[in-house]
């Protein structure tokens, strides 16, 4: 039976080749002896011709550690990729593009350390570091992260507390747009052969507010155009119109947000209403953002209108569904994002 040495492990390779020569020194022939292991009759002359070798001898016989390619980088350099790539941008650095590629890693690990990678060689380091390919959040430059932590640790607790011993409700509010046209998502089709949906020729559009609350409340409302101050405060009087509970009401700043004529209708109020406006470019603090997002992953941009729907229609009945369900509707604030967001 015909063995392959390579399955051999490195130790038991060199036992077998002393085992061998030094049969044959004893008077074994050659050829019964390598037969005896299973191997190649022309191994053992190998073996019988390195240790014939003067200065060598059965050293030569001796297992030795593979070579392989040398580590391009040490332990500490790697571990010193991991911190520039990981949480940064890599024109923190110098570099001119934004995102993080091969091609970018490649070129700083040149810069620092005077080594050059090839692609596959990057691709690789950036596996063993736990480093993955991914889609980035984006966040907008003018962000205050000062701003953002104030109002999670002290801003919003202080409106949670007024708003419960004035027995009140804090409701956070958003709007947005819909568009009979727009299509999310994909769909199956053969390759090279791009699927084909049907949608309405005619367009159609529709704007929509909503304000919801962490414990399954929820308002909505749908309108035409643009949100001016003048069409706030209609919205803000439906809102409020037959509500017993004092609101606290927490709203971006969009500049219809925070006119004279709504703070007029505020203060109108005597206190049944009260609006906080939360720190700027940071739409993630915001629960309401969820409705959208929920709205536009299962609604109509997924299922087309068909002839004779409009569009108004279908986004108040789904407003509707999101109502009846206050389930789904405190789902929207377990995202970490808005995890600040409990009863103080």
Not at 209 to 229: D, I
Not at 230 to 238: I, W
Request: hydrophobic content about 40%; overall charge positive.
């Amino acid at each position: 039976m015909k063995r392959d040495g390579r399955t051999f492990d490195h130790g038991t390779l060199e036992t077998i080749r002393l085992m061998a020569v030094e049969r044959v020194r004893d008077g074994e022939a050659p050829s019964a002896v390598i037969a005896s292991y299973g191997f190649n009759r022309t191994s053992v002359y190998r073996w019988l011709k390195a240790a014939a070798k003067p200065g060598r001898g059965l050293r030569a016989l001796r297992a030795r550690r593979a070579a392989g390619r040398p580590r391009s980088l040490t332990p500490r350099q790697e571990r010193q990729v991991f911190r520039w790539v990981n949480g940064k941008d890599p024109r923190q650095y110098g570099l001119d593009f934004g995102l993080w590629t091969r091609s970018t890693v490649a070129d700083l690990i040149g810069r620092k350390f005077g080594i050059q990678l090839g692609l596959s060689a990057v691709g690789e380091l950036l596996a063993k570091l736990g480093l993955t390919p991914q889609k980035p959040l984006q966040r907008a430059y003018q962000r205050d992260p000062e701003a953002i932590e104030r109002w999670q640790r002290e801003t919003y607790p202080a409106i949670a507390r007024q708003a419960k011993a004035a027995g009140g409700e804090v409701f956070f509010w958003d709007e947005s747009g819909f568009r009979a046209d727009a299509v999310h998502g994909r769909t199956w089709g053969a390759r090279g052969q791009t699927p084909v949906v049907q949608r309405p020729g005619q367009r159609q559009s529709v704007s929509a507010a909503s304000a919801v609350n962490a414990k399954g409340g929820f308002w909505h409302c749908t309108y035409e155009g643009g949100l001016t101050a003048e069409l706030f405060v209609s919205l803000l009087r439906k809102m409020m119109r037959y509500r017993a509970k004092p609101v606290h009401l927490v709203v971006d700043g969009l500049p219809a947000h925070k006119t004279k004529l709504v703070k007029d209708y505020v203060q109108s109020t005597q206190e049944r209403l009260t609006l906080h406006v939360l720190p700027g470019y940071a739409p993630e603090l915001n629960p309401d953002e969820a409705v959208w997002s929920h709205m536009k992953r299962t609604g109509v941009a997924r299922t087309p209108l068909r002839k004779g729907e409009r569009l108004r229609d279908k986004i108040e009945e789904q407003l509707d569904a999101i109502k009846a369900s206050p389930k789904l509707i405190r789902s929207f604030f377990h995202a970490p994002s808005v995890a600040y967001i409990t009863d103080w």
